[in-house]
């Protein structure tokens, strides 16, 4: 009769490594798509261009575009990027499309522009995307510069 116990013993051992392996390349993934990522961009200034036109829907529709061109280049989600990595992934497609992340966060946060402009209230979810949704193990420290930092509650606010 077979020893149950060392059958058991060898199969849990079997499945440890097999949840171990899965982790490891989870990490493994996850440090090739951030390293995907900041290479992409490499050589692309952020400040491309000025800000983009709040409320306006052709200018959304070019960042909509270079955003799903550029997402499409992802193994994973934007959405699923650390804040930092988000917030290249966003720089990238603003340059791309003719347009400074930071230069349009701040004219955004200058306020002036139709609250109930949709094309507006999109172009500034797009903005907050860096840290929407942040997970409690996540940090922005590092993430914004402080003039973006007092943008972004700036903006935040006249979102409420």
């Known amino acids: 009769m077979p020893d149950t116990h060392t059958s058991f013993s060898q199969e849990w051992e079997t499945v440890k490594d097999q949840e171990a392996l899965a982790m490891t390349m989870r990490a493994l993934f996850t ?36 955003y799903e061109r550029i997402a499409a280049e992802l193994p994973i989600s934007p959405r699923q990027l650390p804040p930092k990595q988000r ?28 609250k109930g402009n949709e094309h507006a209230k999109d172009l500034a979810q797009l903005l907050i995307l860096p840290h929407s949704s942040l997970r409690p193990e996540q940090s922005l420290s590092g993430v914004y510069s402080e ?6 509650l700036k903006l935040e606010a006249l979102l409420q």
């Open 31 to 66: 440090g090739l798509t951030v390293i995907m990522v900041l290479t992409v961009g490499c050589g692309k200034s952020e400040d491309v261009g000025g800000p983009a036109p709040v409320g306006q829907r052709a200018a959304l529709e070019k960042l909509a575009q270079e």
């Open 87 to 114: 917030k290249v992934f966003l720089e990238q497609v603003f340059a791309a499309s003719g347009y400074s992340y930071s230069a349009t966060l701040h004219s955004a946060a200058e306020g002036g522009w139709d």
């Open 147 to 152: 003039q973006e930092e007092a943008d972004l």
